[in-house]
Protein backbone atom coordinates (compact mmCIF):
# COMPACT_ATOMS: atom_id res chain seq x y z
CA UNK A 1 0.00 0.00 0.00
CA UNK A 2 1.23 3.78 -0.40
CA UNK A 3 0.90 6.24 1.93
CA UNK A 4 0.34 9.64 0.56
CA UNK A 5 0.75 12.92 2.06
CA UNK A 6 -0.37 16.24 0.12
CA UNK A 7 1.55 19.56 0.95
CA UNK A 8 1.45 23.47 -0.42
CA UNK A 9 -2.37 24.69 -0.35
CA UNK A 10 -2.70 27.93 0.85
CA UNK A 11 -4.38 31.72 0.05
CA UNK A 12 -3.60 33.09 -2.97
CA UNK A 13 -5.54 36.06 -4.99
CA UNK A 14 -7.52 35.38 -8.24
CA UNK A 15 -5.30 35.03 -10.94
CA UNK A 16 -2.43 33.93 -8.83
CA UNK A 17 -0.45 30.97 -8.86
CA UNK A 18 -0.11 28.04 -6.59
CA UNK A 19 2.06 24.55 -6.62
CA UNK A 20 0.81 21.77 -4.43
CA UNK A 21 3.26 18.23 -3.95
CA UNK A 22 2.02 14.92 -2.72
CA UNK A 23 4.79 12.63 -1.07
CA UNK A 24 4.53 9.07 -1.53
CA UNK A 25 5.54 6.49 0.19
CA UNK A 26 5.39 3.00 1.23
CA UNK A 27 6.02 1.73 -2.35
CA UNK A 28 8.15 3.33 -5.36
CA UNK A 29 5.71 6.13 -6.84
CA UNK A 30 6.99 4.79 -10.46
CA UNK A 31 4.49 1.73 -9.83
CA UNK A 32 1.43 3.95 -10.10
CA UNK A 33 -0.77 6.13 -11.96
CA UNK A 34 -1.45 9.30 -10.24
CA UNK A 35 -4.48 11.55 -10.12
CA UNK A 36 -5.50 14.97 -8.61
CA UNK A 37 -8.99 15.74 -7.26
CA UNK A 38 -10.69 18.36 -5.17
CA UNK A 39 -13.84 19.13 -3.35
CA UNK A 40 -15.37 22.03 -2.33
CA UNK A 41 -17.66 22.67 0.22
CA UNK A 42 -20.83 21.30 -0.12
CA UNK A 43 -19.94 19.72 -3.73
CA UNK A 44 -18.48 15.75 -4.78
CA UNK A 45 -15.24 15.18 -5.14
CA UNK A 46 -14.17 16.02 -8.97
CA UNK A 47 -11.60 14.90 -11.34
CA UNK A 48 -8.96 17.05 -11.73
CA UNK A 49 -5.61 15.63 -13.54
CA UNK A 50 -4.23 12.64 -13.87
CA UNK A 51 -0.98 11.51 -14.94
CA UNK A 52 0.62 8.04 -16.37
CA UNK A 53 3.65 5.93 -14.79
CA UNK A 54 6.11 7.74 -16.99
CA UNK A 55 4.88 11.00 -17.48
CA UNK A 56 3.82 10.57 -20.73
CA UNK A 57 0.23 10.74 -20.64
CA UNK A 58 -1.43 13.14 -19.12
CA UNK A 59 -5.24 13.75 -18.64
CA UNK A 60 -6.88 16.86 -17.46
CA UNK A 61 -10.59 18.12 -16.58
CA UNK A 62 -11.72 21.02 -18.94
CA UNK A 63 -12.00 22.92 -15.87
CA UNK A 64 -8.34 23.58 -15.57
CA UNK A 65 -6.65 22.69 -19.23
CA UNK A 66 -4.70 25.00 -20.32
CA UNK A 67 -4.13 26.29 -16.32
CA UNK A 68 -3.26 23.65 -14.62
CA UNK A 69 -0.32 21.31 -14.88
CA UNK A 70 0.27 17.76 -13.61
CA UNK A 71 3.96 16.92 -13.26
CA UNK A 72 5.95 14.04 -11.48
CA UNK A 73 9.45 13.00 -10.17
CA UNK A 74 9.80 9.51 -9.88
CA UNK A 75 13.06 9.27 -8.34
CA UNK A 76 11.70 11.60 -5.39
CA UNK A 77 8.39 10.16 -5.37
CA UNK A 78 6.54 13.14 -5.52
CA UNK A 79 4.06 14.17 -7.60
CA UNK A 80 2.90 17.70 -8.45
CA UNK A 81 -0.12 20.07 -9.50
CA UNK A 82 1.35 23.87 -10.78
CA UNK A 83 -2.07 25.75 -10.85
CA UNK A 84 -1.65 29.14 -12.72
CA UNK A 85 -4.61 31.42 -13.47
CA UNK A 86 -6.54 30.64 -10.74
CA UNK A 87 -10.08 31.53 -9.95
CA UNK A 88 -12.16 31.81 -6.90
CA UNK A 89 -14.27 28.47 -8.31
CA UNK A 90 -10.67 27.02 -8.18
CA UNK A 91 -11.29 26.79 -4.40
CA UNK A 92 -11.09 23.33 -2.53
CA UNK A 93 -9.53 20.63 -0.62
CA UNK A 94 -7.01 19.13 -3.04
CA UNK A 95 -6.39 15.33 -2.89
CA UNK A 96 -3.71 13.14 -4.86
CA UNK A 97 -4.63 9.65 -4.93
CA UNK A 98 -2.79 6.19 -6.46
CA UNK A 99 -4.33 3.92 -9.24
CA UNK A 100 -3.67 0.16 -8.70
CA UNK A 101 -0.32 -1.09 -8.03
CA UNK A 102 1.40 -1.68 -11.76
CA UNK A 103 -1.75 -0.14 -13.54
CA UNK A 104 -0.67 0.94 -17.49
CA UNK A 105 -2.23 3.92 -18.98
CA UNK A 106 -5.35 5.41 -18.88
CA UNK A 107 -7.31 4.55 -15.72
CA UNK A 108 -11.15 4.92 -15.28
CA UNK A 109 -11.59 7.31 -12.56
CA UNK A 110 -12.97 5.23 -10.23
CA UNK A 111 -9.94 3.14 -10.11
CA UNK A 112 -8.01 5.42 -7.62
CA UNK A 113 -7.92 3.97 -4.44
CA UNK A 114 -5.12 5.23 -1.98
CA UNK A 115 -5.70 8.82 -0.89
CA UNK A 116 -3.87 11.59 0.60
CA UNK A 117 -5.68 14.00 3.49
CA UNK A 118 -6.06 16.60 1.15
CA UNK A 119 -4.74 20.56 1.03
CA UNK A 120 -6.30 23.18 1.64
CA UNK A 121 -6.59 26.06 -1.57
CA UNK A 122 -8.32 29.09 -1.47
CA UNK A 123 -8.57 31.48 -3.97
CA UNK A 124 -9.91 35.02 -3.07
CA UNK A 125 -11.32 37.43 -5.61
Known amino acids: QVQLVESGGGLVQAGGSLRVSCAASGRPLSFYVMGWFRQAPGKEREFVAA????????EYADSVKGRFTISRDNTKNTVYLQMDSLKPEDAAVYYC??????????????????WGQGTQVTVSS
Open 97 to 114: AAGPYGSSWPIPKTAFGS
Open 51 to 58: ISRSAYGR
